[in-house]
């Protein structure tokens, strides 16, 4: 155990790692190297209780776990970052073409429904209308 220790010649303090059975023996001063006695103070108990259902497994477990997060939320960002944008290409059934105008044409043309391009052919035409940098 850990107790506290007054010398009453010097009046400095310290703490120590004691028996239990010596606790109360008299002590030389580290300071002065007089006998000093030990002070009656209250400790808060140091020690862990092994298992799955104390408080401090569940803590560390916790940590660990929003350790692990934090790291797989960083490889999927940088992942994010690294890979190639997915580019959606004008097509009708597989067959590639120029625009999504000339895709609803060609889907019309073979008795597709067509509308499902529209969306695409409005932002098609957005971009058209936006100037590029660089």
Known sequence: MIYS???PE???DHDA???V???DEPRE???CGHSETRRIT???PRFNLPGDDWPSKNEA???QMAEKNRRLQAKEEQMKRDSPAVKLAPNVGGERVDSWGEAQRLAASKGLNAESYEPMIKKEAE???TPTVG
């Open 5 to 7: 220790y007054e010398c």
């Open 10 to 12: 010097c009046e400095q």
């Open 17 to 19: 790692r004691v028996s």
């Open 21 to 23: 059975a010596k606790r």
């Open 29 to 31: 001063c580290p300071h």
């Open 42 to 44: 209250v400790y808060e």
């Open 61 to 63: 477990v916790v940590g």
């Open 127 to 129: 971009l058209k209308k």
